[in-house]
Nanobody, 125 residues
Framework: QVQLVESGGGLVQGGGSLRLSCAAS????????MGWFRQAPGKEREFVAA????????YYADSVKGRFTISRDNAKNTVYLQLNNLKPEDTAVYSC??????????????????WGQGTQVTVSS
């Protein structure tokens, strides 16, 4: 079992920045792949970013490339998502997720076994 707790969301003006954190507990963190997803009101959940267990590979949705950065600190059992140059369309609940074993792709939400409760990010125009 893995427990995930997000933090760092909030209200920010367009062009601003936030740093989201996801703290993991319950099993060895260093060998699981982590992802961030978001869901805006009335929309389906969408992939944002993912990082392999050793941070050797990172993946981003086209809509956030160049603005968001995913990283992890295995010593702290934490994965981060730096959000820069935020836009109103980035407004959503952001959730982190963990794949207990690598399934070959970071993109499908259904391939993640554990999820956090989410943190709200609201970007004003």
């Amino acid at each position: 079992q893995v427990q995930l707790v997000e933090s760092g969301g909030g209200l920010v003006q367009g062009g601003g920045s936030l740093r989201l954190s996801c703290a993991a507990s319950g099993r060895t963190f260093s060998n699981i792949h982590m992802g961030w997803f978001r869901q805006a009101p009335g929309k389906e959940r969408e992939f944002v970013a993912a990082i392999s267990w050793n941070a050797g590979n990172t993946y981003y949705a086209d809509s956030v490339k160049g603005r968001f950065t995913i990283s992890r600190d295995n010593a702290k059992n934490t994965v981060y998502l730096q959000l820069n140059n935020l836009k109103p369309e980035d407004t959503a609940v952001y959730s982190c997720a963990a794949q207990s074993r690598w399934r070959g792709s970071p993109y499908p939400a259904q391939w993640y076994d554990y999820w956090g409760q989410g943190t709200q990010v609201t970007v004003s125009s």
